[in-house]
């Protein structure tokens, strides 16, 4: 059965994506210097601190990129012009900001463009419980954001706290302590040179474990790779990984709330994939009679076979963590996935959390994560992404192609651009949140398959957008 008191709000949460200026789906974020600079991050936070009230206290975290430094200044300023305290957490991951915010804190501000190149930036608000701000908290800031007369009051203060990766640390290792075996294992980290490059390697020596560390050094340049831990990243840790005999390798992005995995042959393992082989093994040990899963649109169908073991009921959302959030509050699923691999366990990403959470499923299953990984049901994927010209409305577009698509298929759902279920696969075409691109996935049981419903969709979005001569990026797993 459906969580009504969630699925109820879709129709609302799309009205409200409508409306908003400046927030996406998780914060906003751009070009340093160009669509996103001092100025706005500094009314951001006096719009911030006007939302709370005199007094309030945010705790700010930020990933190493070069233009951090710049951006908190100007955030703090914000914060603390219309009286509220800025708490500054130093470079810090997006859980740690989450944990910090629950137990020290009245909001929380992450700056960061997770795994966007380093000419990016951007900013994610929290709440006081540490869940990304709802679709309407971010109305709510918007419409003060852009007021054009504030009344300031005392000024507040800066406060800063150099302990909070420490504490994120212990509680990583009492987590994974209470839910898995510990078996020494041999880890190559890749830290992504950015916020979770020293937590993750720390956190797994403490765990017992050896490990090697490649790119473990803040660098807000990123120049060792990309930030974002795609297959096509990271070449160079599939090698260390195999050279060392180790038996998994675990890559982050900047600001370390992704994280991907290697097997011990090198192998990229797809981001569903490991998070569904999370969710199994978190959920197996819930004690919770109803086992809820949240996932996003875009998710892998493998998600409904592992909840048909579990007994567990899935529940899909619009793309974005803050969505995710929302389902864990109204619907209490015990976890919230994304497409990319990222696992929510209580109110956001986690990161290195996982890597260890990983390591003691391998140790309790007593498998090569290659074998564990071959236990699960195999889908094939196809992504693909259509640039959009200048002044193309990509939801007119969206809108259009639900009339181009054929009418064969099971299920459809507009919750988060158009999602289309057939027996043995889906396709899905929603519009980028950061790029002028609508983004296109494919899967079935068998690539044959994945392919023609990819072919589909691009044929019913290039009817939809009136002509096929714009350029396509296609990515496959």
Not at 247 to 270: L, S
Request: with cysteine; net charge neutral.
């Amino acid at each position: 059965m459906a969580c009504e008191k969630f699925t109820g709000k879709f129709d609302d949460y799309k009205k409200i994506r409508k409306q908003k200026k400046l927030f996406g789906t998780f914060g906003f974020r751009g070009v340093v210097n160009e669509s996103i600079g001092a100025e706005n991050v500094r009314q951001v936070g006096s719009a911030l601190a006007l939302y709370l009230g005199e007094g309030k206290t945010v705790a700010i975290g930020k990933d190493p990129r070069i233009s951090s430094p710049m951006l908190e200044d100007a955030l703090i300023e914000g914060i603390m012009e219309y009286g509220c305290n800025a708490l500054s957490l130093g470079i810090i991951t997006p859980n740690t900001l989450s944990l910090e915010v629950a137990g020290h804190a009245d909001a929380g501000v992450m700056i960061t463009a997770s795994h966007n190149p380093p000419e990016y930036n951007g900013i994610k608000c929290l709440g006081k419980s540490g869940r990304g701000f709802s679709p309407e908290e971010d109305l709510a800031l918007e419409k003060l954001y852009f007021a054009k007369s504030k009344i300031k009051g005392k000024s507040g203060k800066k406060i800063e706290d150099n302990g909070a990766s420490n504490r994120y640390r212990a509680h990583i290792v009492k987590y994974v302590k209470e839910l898995f075996p510990i078996m020494p294992q041999k880890i190559v980290v890749d830290g992504g040179g950015g916020s979770a490059s020293s937590v993750t390697p720390e956190t797994l020596e403490t765990l017992g474990h050896k490990v090697i560390r490649f790119n473990c050094k803040y660098d807000g340049l990123f120049r060792e790779r990309n930030p974002e831990p795609s297959d096509a990243n990271l070449e160079k840790l599939k090698k260390l990984v195999v050279r060392e005999k180790a038996d998994m390798g675990v890559a982050h992005d900047g600001d370390g709330d992704r994280t991907a995995f290697v097997d011990e042959n090198g192998k990229f393992i797809q981001g569903d994939v490991s998070a569904a082989i999370i969710a199994d093994h978190i959920l197996r040990q819930n004690r919770d009679r109803k086992k809820i899963i949240a996932v996003t649109i875009a998710f892998s169908n493998l998600i409904k076979d592992v909840a048909q073991s579990l007994g567990a009921q899935v529940i899909f959302t619009p793309v974005g963590e803050p969505y995710l959030a929302q389902a864990k509050l109204m619907c209490g699923a015990q976890v919230g996935l994304e497409e990319h691999g990222s696992v929510l366990l209580e109110w956001s990403r986690e990161g290195p959390m996982l890597a260890g959470v990983m390591a003691g499923i391998l140790a309790k299953e007593e498998k090569k994560f290659s074998e564990l990984v071959a236990s699960y049901p195999k889908y094939y994927q196809i992504k693909d992404a259509k640039t959009l010209p200048a002044g193309v409305n990509a939801d007119m577009i969206l809108e259009k192609l639900k009339d181009e698509i054929p009418q064969d298929y099971e299920r459809f759902t507009d919750m988060d651009g158009v999602r289309v279920d057939y027996p043995d696969g889906w396709f899905l075409v929603r519009a980028s949140g950061t790029e002028p691109k609508v983004r296109v996935f494919s899967e079935g049981k068998t690539r044959i398959r994945a392919e023609h419903l990819m072919r589909v969709a691009m044929d019913g979005l290039e009817r939809a957008m009136g002509e096929n001569s714009y350029r396509t990026i296609l990515w496959r797993q």
